[in-house]
Nanobody, 120 residues
């Protein structure tokens, strides 16, 4: 079973930055679209950033211009650079992957996520 290991979260002041990492097990990493998601208690998980196997990126409006998704196929790792963080970015961040390039919200397999807290 494919596994995801997210890391890099923490406590940061508003306006600060964090860089999240997501390591994916399994083969053919370069063929997958990768997505970063976040979830807060009582709310549905949302897709905040995605990158296709060809490097095309897309972002939720709430993070556009502040977050950057990237990938290192040699390391089977995806990254999320988060700048100008706001308290409303506080959430548990997860990653997932889809070989069809159509990132979904309904995967059955998720990692433990990494907690991001933006607070003064």
């Amino acid at each position: 079973q494919v596994q995801f290991v997210e890391s890099g979260g923490g406590l940061v002041q508003p306006g600060g930055s964090l860089r999240l990492s997501c390591a994916k097990s399994g083969t053919f990493f370069s063929r997958y679209a990768l997505g970063w998601y976040r979830q807060t208690p009582g709310k549905q998980r949302e897709l905040v950033a995605g990158i296709t196997s060809g490097g095309i990126t897309n972002y939720a409006d709430s993070v556009k211009g502040r977050f950057t998704i990237s990938r290192d196929n040699a390391k089977n790792t995806a990254y999320l650079q988060m700048n100008s963080l706001k308290p409303e970015d506080t959430a548990i961040y997860y990653c997932n992957a889809d070989i069809t390039q159509r990132l979904s919200l309904t995967y059955s397999n998720w990692g433990q996520g990494t907690q991001v807290t933006v607070s003064s």
